[in-house]
């Protein structure tokens, strides 16, 4: 079974700082996709970027970047620019690619606040 | 085009009775999925409907299940509820199955009160 581990619960930021928020994943399957999710208080779960396992590039969405070691079992997600918007639970989520057979496996999530 | 809904957005319940969860997917979309998300636990996949077939299953006892109509509307029930049945529970919609070549779009979520 794969598990998915957030070491920080909660990080608080200044609005424009960059903020990285931390991942690791344990698996024995060599082909997976990783996630990042956001939580706003309207509970809506909202998909923040992904990246593919075979993939060595990482994947980037406008100001969020993510740092992908698949050797150290890793996947960070960078914030640059950070805004009052992003304040929010984030989830960084594993799925397998043999047809997600157990759906997405979550960690127990960061709560992200930026500070005006 | 409209999102994933989800209805009712809260529903309080009492222990042993039973309650059917609805989930609206995105217009053209396939595949449904639930999730059951508790401050203990945090967000559980329950599991995965295609075409009107349960593809896939999390670790949850019987008394979970579900159902996918013809139009991917889907329908979760819990029978004989207990305490720790409190919880959100997400529905999420793909166009394809598993969500990770075509990403999952959650609704809102039903918050579900066992007293």
């Known amino acids: 079974a794969q598990t998915v581990t957030q070491s920080q619960p909660e990080m608080s930021v200044q609005e424009a700082e960059t903020v990285t928020l931390s991942c690791t994943y344990d698996t024995s399957e060599s082909n997976y996709y990783l996630f990042w999710y956001k939580q706003p208080p309207s509970r809506q779960m909202i998909l923040v970027i992904r990246q593919e396992a075979y993939k060595q590039q990482n994947a980037t969405e406008n100001r969020f970047s993510v740092n992908f070691q698949k050797a150290a079992k890793s996947f960070s997600l960078k914030i640059s620019d950070s805004q009052l918007g992003d304040t929010a639970m984030y989830f960084c989520a594993f799925m397998t690619s043999g047809g997600g057979a157990d759906g997405l496996t979550f960690g127990k999530g960061t709560h992200l606040i930026i500070q005006p | 085009k409209a999102g994933v809904t989800q209805t009712p957005r809260y529903l309080i319940k009492t222990r042993g009775q039973q309650v059917t969860l609805s989930c609206s997917p995105i217009s053209g979309h396939r595949s449904v999925s639930w999730y059951q998300q508790t401050p203990g636990q945090g967000l559980q996949f329950l599991f995965e409907?295609?075409?009107?077939?349960?593809?896939n299953k999390g670790n949850f006892p019987g008394r979970f299940s579900g159902r996918q109509f013809s139009n991917s509307r889907s329908e979760m029930n819990v029978s004989t509820l207990e305490l720790g049945d409190s919880a959100l529970y997400l529905c999420?919609?793909?166009?394809?199955?598993?969500?990770?070549?075509?990403?999952?779009?959650f609704g809102n979520g039903t918050r579900l009160t066992v007293t």
């Open positions: 999420a919609s793909s166009l394809d199955r598993g969500g990770y070549n075509s990403p999952l779009h």
């Open positions: 409907y295609f075409s009107e077939t349960q593809r």
